[in-house]
């Protein structure tokens, strides 16, 4: 079993290589008027006792809109948080399945422990 602080140093490492990778894309700013669009990775947030939103999650605005999960390929230019309503979610899950089921069995083929011991070196 793995605990928070294991997760977090590998989520730190995630999040700051995107950042270095695609610095347009990505940010670990945590104030939304210094993102300048770009989408806000928080490894901060993830530790005991902190709330997260979880895949499928409503999110706290009036549009009903819902933390979906995505493939790669979906991920583009286009995209808006208002795509991901409610309706159209289930509507989603219903026509192309829910990308996220792969979840469980990605997690148990990866080497994780290996990849945390370079990371902790």
Known sequence: MFTYDDTCI???????????????????????????????????????????????????????????????????DSLTPTMFTIPAVIERIQKQGNPFHSFIRTENSQQFTNVLSQLKT
Do not use: M
């Open 10 to 76: 590998f989520s730190e490492f995630v999040c700051k290589f995107l950042c270095e990778q695609e610095p347009g894309w990505f940010t670990t700013e945590r104030l939304k008027k210094n993102r300048n669009n770009r989408l806000y990775l928080d490894y901060v947030q993830h530790k005991a006792g902190n709330t997260l939103a979880a895949p499928y999650s409503p999110r706290g605005n009036e549009k009903g809109l819902i933390s979906t999960p995505l493939n790669w390929a979906e991920v583009n």
